[in-house]
Every structure is written in C-alpha cells, then in structure tokens.
C-alpha cells in the first residue's frame, strides 16, 4: 500500500513526469554506477563479495542489446556469445539484470522464446536504460 500511495504522491507532484519519480531516479542511478564497474568493486569487495567482472563497453553492449530488442529481452545464449558468461553471471549477481530460466511464468511477453532469457530488473530500469543510451552515449544508439 506504501508504494501505491508513494506513486500517486509522486504523479501529483511531478505531474506525471516519470523522470523525476524517486523510483526512476533510483534505477538511472544504479545504471550509472553499472558503468564504472571498478567503483562497485571497492564498495562490494568489503561485504566479502566478487568484483565484477565487466566493463563500461560491457556494460553498454548490454543495455544496448536489450533496448534494441523488439520485446526488450535478450536471450541469454546470445548475450553470452556477445560479451561472455563469466561477465553475464556476474551482472546477474550484481541485480543489473534478471534470468528467466522458464516461459512458464512469463505472462508479460507475448510470445516469450522456450530458451532462458534476461530482462532488466523492472520496468522504471528499462526506461532508465533508454535514456542512458540516449543521454550519454547517443553517438551509439
């Protein structure tokens, strides 16, 4: 009910404007922090973790992949081939992105593939992810 109430908060003092919703702010800000992998390294090497593994070109061959992506998922057999399962596990450990390794509860693709597939975390993180592209690096996208 809090995160209900918070939005409706939010829509009336923004005016509807997502991207100045705490949540989206939230998200555009981890992304931020996927590009500089070396700063995360510091930050999770004290709670006893691994360091990550990719790299901001990493990074935004990802972000990339997933946003030009007609349904905007990825099959994970493909980012593997594109970047690397070392680099891939280590994103999902890191909640940059998240494995669906059956269709059998995807009720939010149409059509999903019969293969595992990687989405972003949430939806405010795919729109996070698009104006990334399109803010930082839009000589990419």
Not at 39 to 55: E, G, K, Q, S, Y
Request: charged content about 25%.
């Amino acid at each position: 009910m809090f995160i209900i109430n918070q939005f409706v908060d939010e829509y009336e003092i923004h005016k509807g404007d997502f991207e100045k919703f705490s949540v989206y702010q939230q998200e555009y800000d981890r992304l931020i922090c996927g590009l500089y992998p070396e700063d995360l390294n510091l930050a999770n090497l004290a709670r006893n973790t691994h360091a990550p593994l990719w790299n901001k070109s990493d990074f935004i061959e990802t972000i990339k992949a997933i946003v030009e992506s007609h349904k905007k998922i990825i099959l994970e057999h493909d980012l593997v081939k594109l970047i690397g399962k070392s680099k891939v596990d280590s994103l999902l450990k890191y909640k940059f992105l998240y494995k669906r390794p059956t269709n059998n509860f995807v009720n939010d693709i149409i059509n999903p593939p019969n293969k595992p597939i990687l989405t972003p975390m949430n939806q405010p993180s795919m729109y996070a992810m698009k104006n990334l592209l399109k803010r930082k690096y839009s000589e990419i996208f």
